[in-house]
């Protein structure tokens, strides 16, 4: 059986996708459909809706992902910098970027808001404050300075 905890479910959530990241380098997001994806994909439809209800929703589930993995690389090593501009820091955010640059580019493309806004909650509690605070900074308005420099950089 094809459950959400199986290699096969995993397999067909990434190959679902890397399609719509496929699709997204010439087209915007309302040029894409459920058909094109499932094409491109090599899936059945009934597979695509058993992991998202629409191009909208794999989207969203899309940048949460990938935004979860940013928050796990900040948890998982012990960043003890002497300040917000030590490369360290920087030098996590642009790894990340890198690796997910197809998505990226398509979310900086389309992108309506600032991310900050979109979100990021996650990252200022638990990255960006908890770092600010250790390095002296309680002004929130500093903090944001930072966050939003890091993200529009």
Known sequence: MNTKNNQRYK???KKIQDALMKLMENRELQGVSVQDICKLAQINRTTFYSHYDDIYDLMTKTERMIRLELLSTFEARDVKMQNVFHHD?????????????????ICLRQRTKFPVDEGFEPLWRTV???HCDRCGITDENRMLYYLTFYQAG
């Open 11 to 13: 397999d067909s959530e």
């Open 89 to 105: 820091f920087l030098l996590f955010f642009l790894q990340h970027i890198e690796k997910n640059r197809t998505f990226y580019r």
């Open 128 to 130: 960006v404050k908890p």
